[in-house]
């Protein structure tokens, strides 16, 4: 429960995430294409996502709770939800390099049940599986996301 804390306290309180938003610049993240293949995304969603995160994108059940290991169980990726709190970039370097090293990398020490898929995925792939589960959110969701993802490339200066 402490880590979860700690996680979303890092995660969600407006002036730490922008700090460390910020030091992500240009790391990892590549840029994303123009235009997105959703049905490839959604093919690989199933293939690799699904598993754990679940076929609707309902996630594991109790995820807010870590099982007996302590880790945390995989979230939804739908709008009951966190992933459309964070901005594309950080999405990406979650997926790509996986939870422990996304943390790792800004500092962070989190024990993540999230695997990093860099060796099995391409990055324009990763974009495609992210495209497809945007495009299940509502507008509001999608429109929030949207936002914060240009405030932060625009910080950053892409
Ligand atoms: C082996 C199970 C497993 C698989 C497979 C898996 N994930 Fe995860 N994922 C998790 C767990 C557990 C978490 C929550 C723990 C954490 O945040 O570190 C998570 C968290 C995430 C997050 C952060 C969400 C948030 O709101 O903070 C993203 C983004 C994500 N996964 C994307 C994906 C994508 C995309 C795929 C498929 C390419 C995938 N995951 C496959 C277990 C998995």
Request: glycine letters at 10%; aromatic letters at 8%; hydrophobic letters at 35%.
């Amino acid at each position: 429960m402490r880590k979860y804390l700690i996680l979303t306290v890092i995660l969600v309180s407006g002036a730490a995430a922008g700090a460390w938003l910020m030091t992500q610049a240009g790391t990892q993240t590549s840029a994303a294409p123009e235009d997105f293949d959703l049905a490839q995304g959604e093919d690989l969603y199933q293939g690799y996502c699904a598993s754990c995160h679940g076929a609707n994108l309902e996630g594991q059940p109790d995820w807010h709770s870590p099982g007996p290991a302590g880790v945390l169980p995989a979230p939804p990726h739908d709008e009951t939800g966190h992933t459309w709190h964070h901005s594309d970039s950080v999405l990406f370097d979650y997926t790509k390099l996986g939870g422990k090293a996304a943390l790792a990398a800004q500092g962070v020490d989190f024990e993540s049940g999230m695997p990093g898929f860099g060796d099995q995925l391409t990055d324009d792939q990763i974009w495609n599986i992210l495209a497809y589960i945007k495009s299940t959110w509502p507008d509001r969701q999608r429109q929030i996301q949207a936002e914060r993802s240009a405030a932060e490339a625009q910080r950053e200066g892409n």
